[in-house]
Each structure stands twice: as structure tokens, then as C-alpha cells.
């Protein structure tokens, strides 16, 4: 009997595991084998042909015959004459996998970015290399950047921009014929200032005196309308430091209260009497605002402090926000993507000089350190600035690398994910809750930026800002560049970081720009401190432009109408700092967003755009009666009319009496090597930049980047019902042994 049972359990055994092998057998099991092609190494030469190109000795036939001794070699012309739509035709040859580009990078303005130029790249899996060019002709082009119009017996600020600029060169500027600078210099940039004492229209001519290529790009011309003060009413009933300053600037009638018939001005200012506003004179607001026209409301002590007529008509709402406490938390969010290499890299350098900043200020301060790339990591947990030590070497020790088959792999820089972390680190944690960002802004477009913008939205719904530190790595940084960082910080309601040290303002009442992106606050600077304010909260509507830097809302602004308001006095206790000279211009910005178009009001206007030789210009005329001229057919486009020409010649030009600034192609204003530009293009699409001489590294690359992975499926069946069979021998061979015992037995 012992034996039986011996072999009845022997053979459920068995034949169960048969029976599963059997069945394993039928669903085809198979195992991936990896094996690398050498795939199809061909390079597709673009040779940008445009006149730019003449300041380089470069032989683009040269370097296609040396590449072809070694593979093969398509060559397409993107760019000729003074067309360099670089942009646009390097996205038509995205279909092949492997693109070097003979360009000096200076991509014209209405061509297809980089930036998203380098997204396309990403989803056709196409590779841009680019090669550096040679030797350079001497050339520079002056421009001239400022406003095209301006106001009587006031300030006019403009500046002379030489790119290229690499030796002295003389630089004249006249005014209508008068010379108000002429010297040597070898600056990029010349700020100037000039006061118009008449109105109309003046003419401003910016020379470059120097031998250089082209002659094409060295005069700029500009027009500038010198309008009247612009007529603004104040109502208030104290003496004001803006009593002298606003006068200086504008056509103002002061008044103890709101007058019924607005219709001459083009702004109101409401100093501290928003509660005196009646019901009749909010509906005459309400409408004047509805039609256009500006409004500025300053703080003090008697606004945003309950219910007022015209609340409806605020960005901010009164009495809610309390200061936060003195408890402030920091996450550092660390940029690792690209090729890291390095146990510390430049963005932890920079993080390790905040974090100690951070660990010697007074207040409670928390700290916690987080790194992305294609992944975000916790390299910190949030915890007192104390462990400043253990958070660099945290950094020091932590490696985030991507190795396949022993070489190191560009990673690309999705910043969600580091947010992310963030937000986990921040969840339920009270205080004043802050995230720094160090970046270069080089976050990759289309694909991954969207998901960071609502990450930053979801985080300040948690009331958490974020800051941007201005990194810029030493071989990598252009002005777009830093721009995104400006516009990731103004996203984030958080302060544009300048220098290590300016982080302290983080903490005091200082003023921060919180939004670059606006009229009132591009490239403003502040230097003031206020030592109150109104507490107020921002409205759904509202944008912050200015706060403190703890965060509370100092101008604020409304996206549907031109409404500004100050959540501070006018200097009277709590600002005085604010109407002092040194920050005119922002009391100046505000008033000059409110009152918009200062020719808006006239019955009859000509407006003429910039206008550039070869180029269509629009020309918008405002009046009774259709304009007539020979120039042009206009058009009824609503309130006015339209049509365009095409300048010819550069100088000064004229339509309907009124004249405008021709100046020369596109093509000739960015001159020069474009390294910044190439250098963000390729290391978004895993791409080098190489010397001209660097042959074999072309090859090479492309080569490595034509290799193809292949998996093939190796069946496994055959093993498995071999298995199968083994088993069932093994059954009979034990089965007979069983047999023989039970004879003996």
C-alpha cells in the first residue's frame, strides 16, 4: 500500500507539471536577443548660402569631399541672397537622421525658432550636428531700440545696439540734424536719453564709423512722435510726493472728487479715497474704464479696507490675505540634465552658494534639495538650514547618469519631474513655502515645458512661489535663454534671483518684480522698501506685478481692463522710497499702461509701423474721411483704415505727411557667428557643434548615431516540451523502481 500511494503522488506530481508545461509550450514562449546593425551612416549637409555667410571662409564643397572619402554625403542650400529662413528649411529635411549645418545661426525673426525647431527634431528622432565656422570678416551692425513715440519736455530713453561688436568703433547719434553723442567706444549697448521740447515728429540717425564689411548695416534711422501731456485726472485731498512728480510727466488736474464727465482724460489716479467713492461716481468709473481709459489706485490706510463702489472693477481683493509667519521653507530644484560627469556640477555649485546664504539668516529656515533630468530625485529631504554641511555633500555624492553600453547619454531636462518632488516635499507643510529653480532654461519645448507650466499653476494654488535663479553655464547662455528663466520666475509669482546675495530680499519688505512679462515691469529695476501695506489678495483676474519679498501684492494689475492697483501709500507713511527718483520710472510705467495710445483721442491719426527695405509695412489711418493717396489702396478695417507698401530704399520716407524710418534687410541687423544659438539647437537634439578640421569626430558621430539595436525572438517551445519529456521518463523510471520494491517486499 505504501508503494501505491508513493506512486499515485509521484504521478499527480508529474503529469501536473507536464500538463503546465505543455500548455506553456502552446502560447509560444520565446526570449529577446539583442544584436547592433551598423544601420545606414549617411550625412545630409545643409549649407546656409545667405549673404551673412560672406563674412566666413568657408568652402562648403571642401568639407562635403573630405566627408565623402568616408561616407555618404546629400548636400541641400537652406538659405540664399538675403532669405535665412534657417529654421524653416532645416524642418524640411527632418526626415533623414543624421543633419549637419554650415550656418552662422542668425535665424530670420518670422522663420520657425530653434526652440521648437529642436522639438520637431526630438519626435523624428533626427540627430543635428552643426560645424564652427572659421575665420571671420570684420563686420557690426548698429540699431537703435526705444519707444516710437514720447512726451513733450520729458525723458526719452533710448539705446544703440552694435551686435558683433569686437574692436572700437566710432558711434555718431543726431536728433533732427543735432549731434548729442560722437565717440569711440566698444560697448554692445549705448544708453542714451534725449528731451523733446516740441511736438510732432523727430528724426534720430545712429552711425557706425568703422571699416568694416558691410556698409549696408551701419545707419539706422528712427522716428519718434512727440506727443502733448497726456491729460489725467487726480482725485485726493493731501499734499502728495506725487503732486511734483506726476506734473513732470503728464497734463494733471487735481481734484477732491470724481469729476461726472471724464471723457478728457486719459487715466484717473484715486489716492486714498476709495472709500468717499459714491455709488453715481462708480458708474461713471465703471463706464470710463469699459471704454478704454486707464485707472490708479494708490493704498493707504483708508483703501482696501472693507466694501467700496468700485470693487468690482479691482484686481485685488481687500482684507483677506494675512503676512505669512517666519517660518520659511526652500526646496532647490538642481538642473542635471545634458552630460553630467562631474561629482559636483555647475548647477549644485550654485545650489551649495544659496544654501549658504540660506543657513545664515535669522528666521526659521528649512531647506530640502531635489535634481532632474528625464526623472526628478529627492536628494535632500526638507530639513533646517542647520545641515547645510550634510545638503552640499549630499549633492557632492549623489550621481544621476544614464549609461548604456558604457556610454554616458544627454538626458533631456524635463522639469515637471522636479516639480513634482517639490510639491510632495511642500504637501501640508505650514509656513512660507518657496521652490528656487536653477536652471539655464534650456527645457525642452513642446514636449515637456506645458507639463511644467501646470505644475507651476497647481503650486501656487497651494501658495507656494517659485524663483529663478539667473544660472547660466559658462559655455552655454543667450538672451532667449534668459528669458525663459524671467518667464518661469513671473509663472511662478516668484523673484528673478540676480545674484547670490539678492536672495535675502526673500525676507524683508523690499520690492521684487514677480512678473517680467508686462509693460510696467520689462527690464524695470526697483530699489525700494516699504514699511507697510494693505493686506489684499489677488483676484482671479488679477496679475501681480510687484510684491513684497515675503510675498504680499504690491501692483497689481487686471487682465480685461487698464485698471493698477497700489497696495501701498503714495510715500505718505509707508513708501517713500517708491517716489524717489531713482524709481520715477515706475510710478511713470504705471501711469503711462493706464493711458495707453496717447493718441487715441484724436479725431484724425496716422500710425506707420517699422519699416524695413523689401518688406511690407502697414500704415493705419484713424479719420472722418477715406485717405487718398497714390502710395496705396486702404482698406475699412472697424474703426479705421489699413494698407501696405513696400519700401525700397533706406532713409527717412513719407505717407499721408507723416514720416517714417526705413532701415536695411533683415539679413544685415544679426551679423556674426551665432555660438549660443548652434550650441542650444544641437544639445537639444544630442548633437555636437565641430570644428571645421574635426572630420573624423563627424564621422564618428554619425556612425555611433546610425547604429540600429534589433531584438530577435529566440522560440523556447522545443526546450520546453523537452523538459516536458524529460519529466515523464523520470516518472516511469521512478515508477518502475517503486514496482520492483513492491515484488520484493
Same mark, same amino acid.
Given at each position: +500500500?505504501?508503494?501505491?500511494?508513493?506512486?499515485?503522488?509521484?504521478?499527480?506530481?508529474?503529469?501536473?507539471?507536464?500538463?503546465?508545461?505543455?500548455?506553456?509550450?502552446?502560447?509560444?514562449?520565446?526570449?529577446?536577443?539583442?544584436?547592433?546593425?551598423?544601420? #545606414?551612416?549617411?550625412?545630409?549637409?545643409?549649407?546656409?548660402?545667405?549673404?551673412?555667410?560672406?563674412?566666413?571662409?568657408?568652402?562648403?564643397?571642401?568639407?562635403?569631399?573630405?566627408?565623402?572619402?568616408?561616407?555618404?554625403?546629400?548636400?541641400?542650400?537652406?538659405?540664399?541672397?538675403?532669405?535665412?529662413?534657417?529654421? *524653416?528649411?532645416? =524642418?524640411?529635411?527632418?526626415?533623414?537622421?543624421?543633419?549637419?549645418?554650415?550656418? *552662422?545661426?542668425?535665424?530670420?525673426?518670422?522663420? +520657425?525658432?530653434?526652440?521648437?525647431?529642436? /522639438?520637431?527634431?526630438?519626435?523624428?528622432?533626427?540627430?543635428?550636428?552643426?560645424?564652427?565656422?572659421?575665420?571671420?570678416?570684420?563686420?557690426?551692425?548698429?540699431?537703435?531700440?526705444?519707444?516710437?513715440?514720447?512726451?513733450?519736455?520729458?525723458?526719452?530713453?533710448?539705446?544703440?545696439?552694435?551686435?558683433? +561688436?569686437?574692436?572700437?568703433?566710432?558711434?555718431?547719434?543726431?536728433?533732427?540734424?543735432?549731434?548729442? !553723442?560722437?565717440?569711440?567706444?566698444?560697448?554692445?549697448?549705448?544708453?542714451?536719453?534725449?528731451?523733446?521740447?516740441?511736438?510732432?515728429?523727430?528724426?534720430?540717425?545712429?552711425?557706425?564709423?568703422?571699416?568694416?564689411?558691410? #556698409?549696408?548695416?551701419?545707419?539706422?534711422?528712427?522716428?519718434?512722435?512727440?506727443?502733448?501731456?497726456?491729460?489725467?485726472?487726480?482725485?485726493?485731498?493731501?499734499?502728495?510726493?506725487?503732486?511734483?512728480?506726476?506734473?513732470?510727466? !503728464?497734463?494733471?488736474?487735481?481734484?477732491?472728487?470724481?469729476?461726472?464727465?471724464?471723457?478728457?482724460? =486719459?487715466?484717473?489716479?484715486?489716492?486714498?479715497?476709495?472709500?468717499?467713492?459714491?455709488?453715481?461716481?462708480?458708474?461713471?468709473?465703471?463706464?470710463?474704464?469699459? %471704454?478704454?481709459?486707464?485707472?490708479?489706485?494708490?493704498?493707504? +490706510?483708508?483703501?482696501?479696507?472693507?466694501?467700496?463702489?468700485?470693487?468690482?472693477?479691482?484686481?485685488?481683493k481687500a482684507g483677506v490675505t494675512e503676512e505669512r509667519d517666519n517660518t520659511f521653507n526652500f526646496i532647490i530644484i538642481v538642473d542635471q540634465s545634458g552630460i553630467v560627469q562631474l561629482s559636483m556640477t555647475e548647477t549644485e555649485q550654485a545650489a551649495a552658494a544659496l544654501i549658504d546664504i540660506l543657513k545664515d539668516r535669522k528666521e526659521e529656515v528649512s531647506?530640502?534639495?531635489?535634481? =532632474?533630468?528625464?526623472?526628478?530625485?529627492?536628494? !535632500?529631504?526638507?530639513?533646517?538650514?542647520?545641515? /547645510?554641511? /550634510?545638503?552640499?555633500?549630499?549633492?557632492?555624492?549623489?550621481?544621476?547618469?544614464?549609461?548604456?553600453?558604457?556610454?554616458?547619454?544627454?538626458?533631456?531636462?524635463?522639469?515637471?519631474?522636479?516639480?513634482?518632488?517639490?510639491?510632495?516635499?511642500?504637501?501640508?507643510?505650514?509656513?512660507?513655502?518657496?521652490?528656487?529653480?536653477?536652471?539655464?532654461?534650456?527645457?525642452?519645448?513642446?514636449? !515637456?515645458?506645458?507639463?511644467?507650466?501646470?505644475?507651476?499653476?497647481?503650486?501656487?494654488?497651494?501658495?507656494?512661489?517659485?524663483?529663478?535663479?539667473?544660472?547660466?553655464?559658462?559655455?552655454?547662455?543667450?538672451?532667449?535663454?534668459?528669458?525663459?528663466?524671467?518667464?518661469?520666475?513671473?509663472?511662478?509669482?516668484?523673484?528673478?534671483?540676480?545674484?547670490? =546675495?539678492?536672495?535675502?530680499?526673500?525676507?524683508?519688505?523690499?520690492?521684487?518684480?514677480?512678473?517680467?512679462?508686462?509693460?510696467?515691469?520689462? %527690464?524695470?529695476?526697483? #530699489?525700494?522698501?516699504?514699511?507697510?501695506?494693505?493686506?489684499?489678495?489677488?483676484?482671479?483676474?488679477?496679475?501681480?506685478?510687484?510684491?513684497?519679498?515675503?510675498?504680499?501684492?504690491?501692483?497689481?494689475?487686471?487682465?480685461?481692463?487698464?485698471?493698477?492697483?497700489?497696495?501701498?501709500?503714495?510715500?505718505?507713511?509707508? /513708501?517713500?522710497?517708491?517716489?524717489?527718483?531713482?524709481?520715477?520710472?515706475?510710478?511713470?510705467?504705471?501711469?503711462?499702461?493706464?493711458?495707453? %495710445?496717447?493718441?487715441?483721442?484724436?479725431?484724425?491719426?496716422?500710425?506707420?509701423?517699422?519699416?524695413?527695405?523689401?518688406? &511690407?509695412?502697414?500704415?493705419?489711418?484713424?479719420?472722418?474721411?477715406?485717405?487718398?493717396?497714390?502710395? @496705396?489702396?486702404?482698406?475699412?478695417?472697424? &474703426?479705421?483704415?489699413? @494698407?501696405?507698401?513696400?519700401?525700397?530704399?533706406?532713409?527717412?520716407?513719407?505717407?499721408?505727411?507723416?514720416?517714417?524710418?526705413?532701415?536695411?534687410?533683415?539679413?544685415?541687423?544679426?551679423?556674426?557667428?551665432?555660438?549660443?544659438?548652434?550650441?542650444?539647437?544641437?544639445?537639444?537634439?544630442?548633437?555636437?557643434?565641430?570644428?571645421?578640421?574635426?572630420?573624423?569626430?563627424?564621422?564618428?558621430?554619425?556612425?555611433?548615431?546610425?547604429?540600429?539595436?534589433?531584438?530577435?525572438?529566440?522560440?523556447? *517551445?522545443?526546450?520546453?516540451?523537452?523538459?516536458?519529456?524529460?519529466?515523464?521518463?523520470?516518472?516511469?523510471?521512478?515508477?518502475?523502481?517503486?514496482?520492483?520494491?513492491?515484488?520484493?517486499?
Amino acid at each position: +500500500m505504501r508503494v501505491i500511494w508513493k506512486t499515485r503522488v509521484l504521478m499527480v506530481i508529474t503529469r501536473s507539471l507536464i500538463l503546465g508545461l505543455l500548455v506553456f509550450a502552446l502560447t509560444g514562449p520565446f526570449y529577446s536577443v539583442e544584436t547592433v546593425s551598423e544601420g #545606414d551612416p549617411t550625412i545630409m549637409l545643409l549649407a546656409d548660402n545667405s549673404t551673412s555667410m560672406e563674412l566666413f571662409d568657408m568652402n562648403t564643397e571642401e568639407l562635403k569631399a573630405k566627408l565623402e572619402e568616408k561616407v555618404p554625403v546629400s548636400m541641400v542650400t537652406i538659405a540664399s541672397g538675403t532669405n535665412s529662413r534657417i529654421g *524653416d528649411a532645416v =524642418f524640411r529635411q527632418l526626415q533623414y537622421d543624421n543633419l549637419l549645418l554650415v550656418t *552662422d545661426g542668425n535665424n530670420a525673426k518670422e522663420s +520657425m525658432s530653434f526652440t521648437d525647431l529642436a /522639438a520637431y527634431a526630438e519626435k523624428f528622432n533626427t540627430t543635428i550636428n552643426a560645424v564652427e565656422l572659421g575665420d571671420e570678416k570684420s563686420d557690426t551692425a548698429i540699431k537703435i531700440k526705444g519707444p516710437k513715440s514720447s512726451i513733450v519736455e520729458t525723458d526719452y530713453y533710448f539705446s544703440v545696439q552694435l551686435d558683433n +561688436m569686437k574692436k572700437d568703433s566710432r558711434v555718431s547719434v543726431t536728433v533732427d540734424g543735432y549731434p548729442i !553723442y560722437d565717440d569711440q567706444t566698444s560697448s554692445s549697448s549705448i544708453d542714451l536719453k534725449y528731451t523733446f521740447d516740441d511736438k510732432g515728429h523727430h528724426k534720430i540717425i545712429a552711425t557706425l564709423n568703422a571699416d568694416d564689411y558691410f #556698409d549696408q548695416n551701419n545707419v539706422w534711422y528712427k522716428v519718434v512722435e512727440v506727443v502733448e501731456k497726456p491729460k489725467i485726472v487726480y482725485v485726493g485731498y493731501r499734499a502728495s510726493s506725487l503732486d511734483a512728480l506726476l506734473p513732470e510727466r !503728464y497734463d494733471v488736474t487735481s481734484v477732491r472728487s470724481v469729476p461726472s464727465d471724464l471723457s478728457p482724460y =486719459f487715466a484717473v489716479a484715486i489716492n486714498d479715497v476709495m472709500h468717499e467713492i459714491s455709488p453715481d461716481s462708480a458708474e461713471i468709473i465703471e463706464a470710463y474704464t469699459d %471704454d478704454g481709459n486707464g485707472l490708479v489706485l494708490f493704498g493707504g +490706510m483708508n483703501s482696501f479696507q472693507g466694501p467700496s463702489e468700485i470693487d468690482l472693477l479691482l484686481p485685488i481683493k481687500a482684507g483677506v490675505t494675512e503676512e505669512r509667519d517666519n517660518t520659511f521653507n526652500f526646496i532647490i530644484i538642481v538642473d542635471q540634465s545634458g552630460i553630467v560627469q562631474l561629482s559636483m556640477t555647475e548647477t549644485e555649485q550654485a545650489a551649495a552658494a544659496l544654501i549658504d546664504i540660506l543657513k545664515d539668516r535669522k528666521e526659521e529656515v528649512s531647506i530640502g534639495v531635489v535634481d =532632474f533630468s528625464y526623472t526628478g530625485h529627492i536628494m !535632500y529631504p526638507l530639513a533646517p538650514a542647520t545641515d /547645510a554641511a /550634510a545638503m552640499k555633500q549630499a549633492m557632492n555624492d549623489f550621481q544621476d547618469t544614464t549609461t548604456i553600453d558604457g556610454t554616458l547619454w544627454l538626458r533631456p531636462a524635463a522639469l515637471h519631474t522636479g516639480l513634482l518632488k517639490a510639491k510632495e516635499m511642500l504637501t501640508g507643510v505650514s509656513g512660507n513655502n518657496n521652490i528656487i529653480l536653477i536652471s539655464d532654461g534650456n527645457i525642452h519645448g513642446t514636449k !515637456y515645458l506645458p507639463q511644467a507650466v501646470n505644475e507651476i499653476a497647481e503650486l501656487r494654488k497651494m501658495g507656494v512661489r517659485l524663483h529663478v535663479y539667473d544660472f547660466h553655464s559658462l559655455d552655454l547662455d543667450d538672451g532667449v535663454l534668459r528669458q525663459v528663466r524671467k518667464y518661469l520666475s513671473s509663472l511662478g509669482g516668484g523673484m528673478f534671483i540676480d545674484s547670490y =546675495f539678492s536672495l535675502n530680499t526673500l525676507f524683508e519688505k523690499g520690492l521684487i518684480i514677480a512678473n517680467y512679462n508686462h509693460y510696467i515691469t520689462s %527690464d524695470l529695476v526697483i #530699489d525700494a522698501v516699504v514699511t507697510g501695506e494693505n493686506k489684499v489678495t489677488v483676484s482671479p483676474s488679477g496679475i501681480s506685478l510687484i510684491t513684497t519679498g515675503t510675498g504680499l501684492p504690491i501692483v497689481t494689475v487686471n487682465n480685461y481692463n487698464k485698471v493698477v492697483a497700489i497696495s501701498t501709500d503714495d510715500g505718505y507713511e509707508w /513708501a517713500e522710497d517708491i517716489v524717489e527718483e531713482r524709481n520715477e520710472q515706475m510710478i511713470y510705467r504705471i501711469f503711462d499702461w493706464a493711458i495707453g %495710445d496717447p493718441n487715441r483721442k484724436k479725431a484724425t491719426y496716422v500710425d506707420v509701423g517699422d519699416a524695413f527695405v523689401g518688406k &511690407e509695412t502697414k500704415i493705419e489711418y484713424k479719420g472722418s474721411s477715406y485717405p487718398s493717396t497714390s502710395r @496705396c489702396t486702404f482698406l475699412p478695417i472697424e &474703426e479705421h483704415y489699413e @494698407c501696405s507698401i513696400i519700401p525700397q530704399e533706406t532713409g527717412f520716407d513719407e505717407i499721408l505727411s507723416v514720416p517714417f524710418a526705413v532701415n536695411y534687410e533683415e539679413e544685415y541687423q544679426d551679423v556674426g557667428y551665432n555660438d549660443a544659438a548652434l550650441k542650444a539647437l544641437t544639445k537639444k537634439t544630442n548633437g555636437v557643434v565641430f570644428s571645421l578640421e574635426n572630420i573624423e569626430g563627424i564621422v564618428s558621430k554619425v556612425k555611433s548615431d546610425s547604429k540600429v539595436k534589433i531584438l530577435d525572438k529566440e522560440d523556447v *517551445d522545443w526546450y520546453i516540451l523537452a523538459a516536458a519529456m524529460l519529466i515523464f521518463l523520470f516518472e516511469i523510471f521512478v515508477r518502475r523502481i517503486f514496482q520492483n520494491q513492491k515484488y520484493r517486499g
